[in-house]
């Protein structure tokens, strides 16, 4: 069974990493997939391995005010802007499922939502857990022709989009996996492996989502009785290009939390977050500051995280009454 299983992992780890060189040749340059800056403290934005991990089971609300204060001259009414839920629930030891549904929107009139249905399968060997996961879902782009941007006339999208809204769906899929102990982890995972590709049904345009892979870890460090540092990162790649983050978040009692981290090429993060009515619910927030192209942006981008644990269920046992010939209990 050692065997068996020890085979499983590494035909799990193969498909992921040939994947990854079977589709890197195909470079893409569509829009990728949207970016939070507390993915730290929401473990299922990252990977699908980790839905319903240590029986955990929680719903989350992310909104993310991208550039905040940004508007155009040229283009639509509206801000930059995503909004995720997701849920993750055990339903048992050794599995989980997930949920999630994500909105990105721009002023330009375009807008990307994504609905998946997340699984993992969680498998306890020697001092550490395996997590395996996948993702199915759609995939939508609209285009609003009545707000959208011609820059190239002779873009074939422009008879597609001229004056009215358009909009497609495709199937999505997505593999991740996660090794963990009780102080630190690591993962890999690899989104949109099918690449979905919007033509609008007009077979003159063809816009691909990204490929995007990913490495991901974290530990846990104790600094007293009082005080813990998680150090975290991400590293992705898409595009041909390699996209490194990361940083760390200051705990204290386990309660509160202060953080800064950093993406490369992009901007500068601070975090804040507390866990009240007994850790049941999880507040956070992060404030980035742009530190890459900030002449034709918002310095500033802001990101709201709220998350609730569910308890688990305890079954009561129904008391037997106790009967006497004086009195009766329950």
Known sequence: MTFKMSRLIKLYFSLIFGIFLLLNSARTLAQQSPQFSIFSANSNIVNPAFSGWKSNNYVALQIRDQWSGYTTSTDGSGTLGTTWIAGSFGITPKGGIGIQFYSDKTPSGVTQQSFQIQGAYHLNKGNGLWSFGFSVGLQTKSFDGRAFRVRDPNDPLVNLVSGSPVSQTQPDL???????????????????????????????????????FAIHGSTEIPLSDYFDVLPYALVRYYSGQIVPEGGARVYYNKLIYAGAAYRNGDAAMGLLGVSILQNKLDIGYSMDITTSNALNKKPLSHEIFLRFRIPERSIKQKASPIRTPRFRIL
């Open 174 to 212: 997505g593999l991740g996996a996660v090794y963990s102990t009780d102080n630190w982890q690591i993962g890999i995972t690899a989104d949109h492996i099918t690449s979905p590709t919007f033509d609008f049904n007009g077979g003159t345009a063809a816009m691909p989502l990204e490929r995007v």
